[in-house]
């Protein structure tokens, strides 16, 4: 059976990132030009070559973002049900190192948290777990979907990676998307940052699209942690497999998430930084390779930054955040993830992308 390991073991990683450095101004002046821009148009895109043309490829961004997604931006929540992980990871505040209360939410607790993201509006919201088999496996996954359905319109999902049946199984309660990372796309950082756990198998989470994409979820989300490894040869190999699936799994919608390493508990600081300039090209250049991939911004970037790039290419975003379980009503002070940047309010957020002529949609799609 294939998957994208076979296509991501024909490439060399620092092959990659040289082919990017290499890439000239003529490069990207092609790539704003193609009429269908392909992979080495995206690496031009990334490149440092295409630093004096960001004005260029933010006015092409919003153009493009406006023409398939209109002035609107889908609002959605995360909802965090546990902290409680058997992975050590490096970066995570979860992680089985830290001696940390651990805490899992009952199903009174769960609605309790949904009534409260239910009365700001939301519609979409998305379900955050640890990686504990034990604990947080497909039978409680499942059991919060079937209690969650009746309330929301659309559930997605960022957990450990399951088998595809589970898939299958949690899609037939109700489950609407799927968000997993691969986190970096380096094999041997990959192993540097998670020593232990199942999470340590790189095959196994690398080739979870494609049990997804086998069982049928409905949207598949992707995505690199920046500041693990170079940040321009990750996102070409995010580009690379999110084009690997949409050509196997062409029924299936897809998004690209784009989040930095934030402060947490334990610390990690990050190897290759990544600025706000650099963010704000790659958003861009996601948009011009791929117009219909939804891009989607979260509450660890700084609220002059969010507000900025919800004109140039972001089409979903979150607002009053909470990265604990409880966070919202149950707990408020249980150990966070990760810390947020932009703690405005989901009232404060709907009110800017109003004034800047872009419509909040909380329903957008439903799955019956």
């Not at 791929?290 to 919800?310: G, Q, W, Y």
């Not at 607002?319 to 379980?325: G, L, R």
């Amino acid at each position: 059976m294939s998957s994208f390991k076979t296509v991501l073991d024909e490439y060399n990683w620092d092959l990659v990132l040289e082919s990017i450095q290499q890439k000239t101004a003529i490069d990207v002046e092609q790539a704003l030009s193609a009429a269908k821009p392909d992979l080495e148009d995206f690496k031009a895109l990334i490149s440092p070559a295409a630093k004096p043309y960001l004005e260029q490829m933010a006015i092409k961004s919003k153009l493009r973002t406006k023409k398939r997604f209109g002035n609107t931006m889908q609002m959605y929540a995360p909802m965090y049900l546990s902290n409680e992980c058997q992975n050590i990871c490096t970066y995570c505040g979860f992680s089985l190192t830290n001696k940390i209360p651990r805490r899992t939410l009952t199903d009174a607790e769960i609605l309790k948290e949904a009534e409260f993201l239910k009365n700001k509006g939301y519609q979409h919201i998305l379900l955050v777990t640890g990686e504990a088999n034990s604990t947080v496996g497909v039978d409680y996954l499942s059991n919060a979907i079937r209690l969650l359905k009746p309330h929301f319109a659309n559930i997605s999902i960022e957990v450990q990676p399951l088998d595809q049946d589970e898939y299958e199984r949690l899609d037939n309660d109700g489950l609407y998307a799927t968000l997993v990372y691969q986190e970096t796309y380096h094999r041997e950082t990959y192993k540097t940052h998670h020593p232990k756990g199942k999470k340590s198998n790189f095959d196994y989470r690398l080739e979870t699209p494609d049990r997804l994409g086998r069982a049928g979820i409905h949207k598949i989300g992707l995505g690199a942690l920046f500041g693990l490894e170079d940040w321009r040869a990750d996102s070409f190999f995010t580009a690379l497999h999110l084009k690997y699936l949409q050509k196997t799994y062409w029924k299936t919608k897809y998004s690209i998430s784009f989040p930095r390493l934030r402060p947490f508990s334990g610390g990690l600081e990050p190897k290759v930084e990544m600025t706000d300039p650099d963010l704000l090209q790659l958003i861009c250049a996601y948009r011009i390779l791929d117009e219909d991939v939804e891009l989607s911004i979260s509450t660890r970037e700084e609220e002059k930054f969010r507000d900025h790039i919800a004109h140039l290419g972001i089409t979903s975003m979150s607002a009053e955040s909470k990265t604990n379980p409880g966070g919202y009503v149950v707990e408020k002070q249980s150990l966070k993830q990760f810390e947020i940047s932009d703690e405005r309010s989901t009232e404060v957020i709907a009110e800017m992308l109003l004034k800047n002529g872009i419509e909040p949609v909380w329903k957008d799609w439903e799955k019956f």
